[in-house]
């Protein structure tokens, strides 16, 4: 069993920055890939980024390219999703999810992003004003 838990969200004025962690515990984290996920008022959950065990491959959404950027310290179970020049679409709670079933990172992420995810973070709001 793992425990996926966020921090790091807030209140920030579009242009800012924000750092979220997701801290795992449990199992060994560097079995897992790892994705973050967000959904807005009123909307689907969507994929955002995501990193394979190792942290050797990274992938973006395209609404979220060059701005935000994921990474992982398997030695302290956490993950990372840097996140500058922030807009206000951004608004969202942001969720990170875990997996370790498949060692194929793409099909992790496609596994993921239909929820089919082995583990979810409770989530953690980031609200970008304008």
């Known amino acids: 069993q793992v425990q996926l838990v966020e921090s790091g969200g807030g209140l920030v004025q579009a242009g800012g920055s924000l750092r979220l962690s997701c801290v795992a515990s449990?199992?060994?984290?560097?079995?897992?890939?790892m994705g973050w996920f967000r959904q807005a008022p009123g909307k689907e959950r969507e994929f955002v980024a995501a990193?394979?065990?190792?942290?050797?491959?990274?992938t973006y959404a395209d609404s979220v390219k060059g701005r935000f950027t994921v990474s992982r310290d398997n030695a302290k179970n956490t993950g990372y999703l840097q996140m500058n020049s922030l807009k206000p679409e951004d608004t969202a709670v942001y969720s990170c999810?875990?997996?370790?079933?498949?060692?194929?990172?793409?099909?992790?992420?496609?596994?993921?992003?239909?929820?089919?995810?082995?583990?979810w973070g409770q989530g953690t709001q980031v609200t970008v004003s304008s």
């Open positions: 999810a875990a997996d370790s079933r498949d060692s194929r990172f793409s099909f992790t992420i496609a596994t993921m992003s239909r929820g089919g995810a082995d583990y």
């Open positions: 449990g199992r060994s984290f560097s079995n897992y890939h």
């Open positions: 990193i394979s065990r190792g942290g050797s491959s990274t």
